[in-house]
């Protein structure tokens, strides 16, 4: 939820990149929130780009005032791999592997193994269709027990909360923005910032993306607030 312009509370519809191809746009019921949020990630910048080009093309259709919320402030944690969809059950014990490893019931690609997947964390696979809890882990493998069941396709997110390192402006300063130049953003969320040096850094690259400048909207992370 977001508050903006007035007391009424406006209400988010959010969305990982990931699962945007498997949304049909002309489905969604618009009455029942005021904007979409797109939480950004690298390897499905395409999927985003042609998501927002549709988007575009609804909104105008039907006379939409719904706004695009862009998240910068998230970090991928690792991918599910592999070819085919697959179901997990509540309670089942389930083998996670990194790829290369020994074959187990599912491959995730994740740049820092071992930090992310610690024993008694909890991993959000898709946008939380799956949960699990990891009750064992090694340099190259995990076992972890379903609390949530639920279908993960290749190529979902995973995130694990509880070892998440949040992105500050620095990591945004490599991300290559300007094939969103022809798609209009209203607003983009973005970790805070420590110095106005960051903030002019990140300012000049987003500035670039289509005719009207989004909002900024900053991330504060409440455990850091006093």
Excluded at 3 to 25: A, E, P, V, W, Y
Excluded at 182 to 202: A, M, Q, T
Excluded at 216 to 224: A, G, K, S, Y
Aim: glycine share 6%; with cysteine; proline share 4%.
């Amino acid at each position: 939820m977001l508050n903006h312009f007035g007391n009424r509370t406006k209400i988010i519809c959010s969305l990982d990149s990931s699962s945007l191809s498997n949304i049909d746009l002309n489905l969604l019921d618009y009455g029942k929130f005021d904007a979409l949020r797109l939480v950004y990630s690298e390897p499905f910048k395409k999927t985003l780009l042609e998501f927002l080009t549709e988007f575009e093309r609804v909104k105008k259709k039907r006379n939409l005032n719904t706004a695009i919320i862009l998240d910068l402030s998230e970090r991928s944690q690792g991918l599910v791999l592999g070819e085919e969809e697959t179901t997990f059950h509540y309670q089942q014990e389930v083998s996670l592997v990194s790829p290369g490893a020994e074959k187990g019931d599912l491959t995730i690609d994740s740049p820092s193994w071992e930090q992310t997947f610690k024993e008694g964390a909890r991993a959000y696979l898709g946008s939380g269709q799956v949960i699990m809890r990891f009750v064992n882990t090694k340099k190259q493998s995990a076992t972890a027990v379903v609390e949530k069941g639920g279908v993960i396709r290749p190529g979902d997110e995973v995130k694990v909360p509880e070892t998440l390192d949040l992105p500050n402006l620095f990591d945004l300063s490599d991300l290559d923005l300007n094939y969103l130049d022809s798609v209009h953003l209203d607003f983009v969320i973005l970790p805070g910032f420590s110095s106005s040096r960051e903030f002019r850094i990140i300012r000049k690259k987003i500035e670039r993306i289509g005719a009207k400048p989004p909002n900024f909207i900053f991330r504060v992370d409440t455990n850091l607030v006093l």
